[in-house]
């Protein structure tokens, strides 16, 4: 693979293309987000008393549901919505339309994401079934308390992401419907490229500990679905006469709304799942 942006760029932020996030959202409001999130979870486990199983199985969708919108935001997401949505240079081989092409990325995501849930909750079944659920879901919980707080801004934890881009190369020298396919299927299973939601590691935690086949099949597709938002967004932005780069940057600045809405979203979450477990 080519590397699209280099190493340093892929840890700090780039004021001049986004906005930071203490620029963007103001350390009171975060404070905020947290105390409500935190308020929400705990109404939620108070008022349906979850076992632990069951608020395994809750907070995993919840987290695959947030990952979906999260884990559009970052430059994969952004260059996927280029290369389907983009005119075909004239001097490539091929026809297609930005809805056939964004089929053909839909559905190599489907295809390697979908596989990537089953295996992954097939593994976490024989490698962590003797494990009692409470201490799964316990431990499930800290790590969405410290990764929400990371997603805001006020801690900082690692990123066990691989920090390579899709390959560049490939959208001069194939057909963009296959480029298209190609780039969903690499980003399906999500471990091949850099994802900067901290939503999705709490995903792929979960849906292991939760050791189903199904129920990772189903989150993963759910995200595959999920991660087509941008290339949804940018050919109804361009048919109603708006240009990419407008597009691009106009999603430059709600990426940090999501950011925080993801860090939100996990420390309701710990909350929840950690009245659950104990």
Known sequence: MTTMIDHTALQQDMPQIRPTLRSSIGLGTRSSLIAGAAGIGAIAALAFAPTAASGLTGAVVAAGTVTALAANWSTCGMSVAGVVVAPKQPDRAGSSTPLRRLGWHALGSLATGSVTGAALGALGGVVLGAVPVAVLLGVWAVLALAYGLHELGLVTMPTPMRRQQLPRHLRRSMEPWKVSALFGA???????????????YLMALGVAAAGSPALGAALFVTVSLGRCMPSVLAIVHTRRGGSMPGFLSLMCVVD?????????VL???????????F
């Open 186 to 200: 690499i980003i399906g299973p999500g471990f091949l490229i850099y994802i900067r939601s901290s939503a999705y």
């Open 256 to 264: 940090r709304r999501v950011q925080a809405l993801t860090g939100a």
């Open 267 to 277: 420390i309701g979450l710990a909350v929840f799942a950690g009245i659950a477990a």
